[in-house]
């Protein structure tokens, strides 16, 4: 299935459902925010790759649904950097190309309030979209493809109470992707030529914080 396609449906089942709840104030939330994620690297037969650590930036939008739940559907973006080693193409890790990789996902979390903290926890699913650009010339001529895989979270934090209709968000998280998929490399300055397969699960972790704007 298609990206567009995807997006399409997470869209509209969350119309459906704004459409289909008796609202009252207070029941959507916008937040943004802006963390760190760990890097992570993923091993095969002739050495790992790497995806280095980075900031990262998203935007969540949030539905209160019944009491102490809330339905999401939130995007994340990281910059960051793709390294290889290998006994082969490179045998001191090296730049292979930087990455963009962006989340999507729909989901939700329950809450408790103490006072003026609301503790939660939640999760979701949806697509991960893993982008390279810029190769390294050096380890290959060609372009690596894009990847798009479907994709777990888990998150727990805490948003604590400025005001009536605004909350300051501290949270930790964990995408998973179902699995990372190939990467062919071919040509460079030695002219090897690898293709490289990467299917196990991988947990990337991170946390961040943000502003919650209740309208």
């Known amino acids: 299935m298609k990206l567009s396609h995807i997006s399409q449906y997470v869209c509209l089942g969350f119309i459906l459902l704004v ?3 008796k609202l009252s104030s207070q029941d959507f939330e916008i937040t943004p925010s802006y963390g760190y994620q760990f890097g992570k690297t993923m091993n095969y037969g002739f050495g790992h790759i790497e995806i280095d650590e980075s900031n990262q930036y ?3 939008l949030g539905l209160k649904t019944i009491e ?6 939130s995007y994340t973006h990281q910059n960051t950097m793709l390294r290889i080693r290998d006994i082969d193409i490179s045998p001191v890790e090296s730049k292979l190309s930087n990455l963009n990789i962006d989340w999507i996902m729909a989901g939700g979390y329950s809450y408790f309030s103490i006072k003026n903290i609301r503790p939660f926890a ?3 699913f949806g697509v991960v979209i893993f982008s390279p650009y810029n190769e390294n010339p050096n380890i290959t001529n ?4 894009t990847s798009i895989r479907y ?3 888990i998150k727990g934090g805490i948003n ?9 968000n501290f949270q930790g998280n964990m995408y998973m992707p179902l699995e990372w998929g190939s990467i062919y490399i071919a040509g460079g300055s030695n002219g090897t030529t690898r293709a490289i397969n990467l299917r ?3 947990i990337i972790g991170g946390f961040s914080g943000g502003l919650v704007f209740k309208l």
């Open 19 to 21: 459409f289909s709840q």
């Open 58 to 60: 998203g935007m969540t």
């Open 68 to 73: 102490n739940f809330v339905i999401e559907l």
């Open 122 to 124: 939640g999760g979701g």
């Open 142 to 145: 060609q372009n690596i493809d």
């Open 151 to 153: 994709a777990f979270s």
């Open 160 to 168: 604590i109470n400025l005001s009536h209709r605004i909350e300051l």
């Open 200 to 202: 196990s699960t991988i």
